[in-house]
């Protein structure tokens, strides 16, 4: 039997363009804001300033050393022992956009999403149950392309010089040597709907 007064630490990791959003609008709509909160990486990320640049410098935010890590780790810590959090939300360095702070309250389910959670050990072992979204490269860039440069308006170019540079050999180092570490391996190439309703059913016997 689950124990009722511990919430289940669910941990989703996969390279950018994996569906991690995707998949979690998925399981997030079968069981409500009061059963599962989502406990998402990106409001971690360092300012620009203190991030690392490249030999062309620019700025690279596909490494480990762009997210506080440690920090969101403890806060992780923090949200399983009861605690609420108040972080401010990331708005992908658009300098327009308002200033807004979360509010993430735990739930029976916690759900920790990132490209790093399998990669810094102190949030890889808070994890009750490691998800990896596994897709092949060519569709990831696809993805990338249709969110970066379509949807956020960012230069085709540049989408496709960070995927070279930045976001491919990351995910070579930092994410890909950890796929046998998870749990399940969600293979996520065209859909993964049978794969979602199986981890719902299996999410809600822990509740």
């Known amino acids: ?11 989703i ?18 069981f409500g804001e009061e059963n599962i ?4 990486m990106d409001n971690y990320y360092l300012d620009k300033e203190s991030q690392t640049r490249d030999e062309n410098d620019v700025v690279n935010y596909d490494m ?16 399983k022992k009861g605690g609420i959090l108040r972080i401010k939300e990331y708005t992908f360095n658009n300098p327009q956009a308002e200033e807004k702070w979360l509010s993430i309250e735990p739930r029976p389910i916690i759900v920790v999403e990132g490209l790093f959670v399998f990669f810094n050990a102190h949030i890889r072992e808070q994890l009750d149950l490691k998800i990896f979204l596994d897709v092949e490269d060519i ?6 392309i249709l969110r970066d440069n379509v949807e956020r308006g ?5 989408v496709l010089y960070r995927y070279e540079k930045h976001v491919l050999p990351s ?6 040597p950890y796929k046998g570490m998870a749990d399940l391996i969600i293979p996520n190439h065209k859909n993964c709907v049978l794969a979602v309703e199986i981890l719902t059913n299996y999410l809600k016997t822990k509740i």
């Open 171 to 176: 995910f070579l180092h930092f994410v890909l």
């Open 37 to 40: 909160c989502v406990f998402g």
């Open 139 to 144: 569709i990831k860039l696809k993805r990338r």
């Open 64 to 79: 480990p050393t762009a997210i506080a890590l440690d920090r969101y780790a403890t806060d992780l810590e923090k949200l």
């Open 13 to 30: 990791c996969g390279g950018s363009g994996s569906g991690k959003t995707y998949i979690l609008k998925q399981i997030v709509k079968q």
């Open 1 to 11: 039997m689950p124990n009722k007064n511990k919430p289940y630490i669910v941990g």
């Open 154 to 158: 960012y230069d085709l170019h540049d």
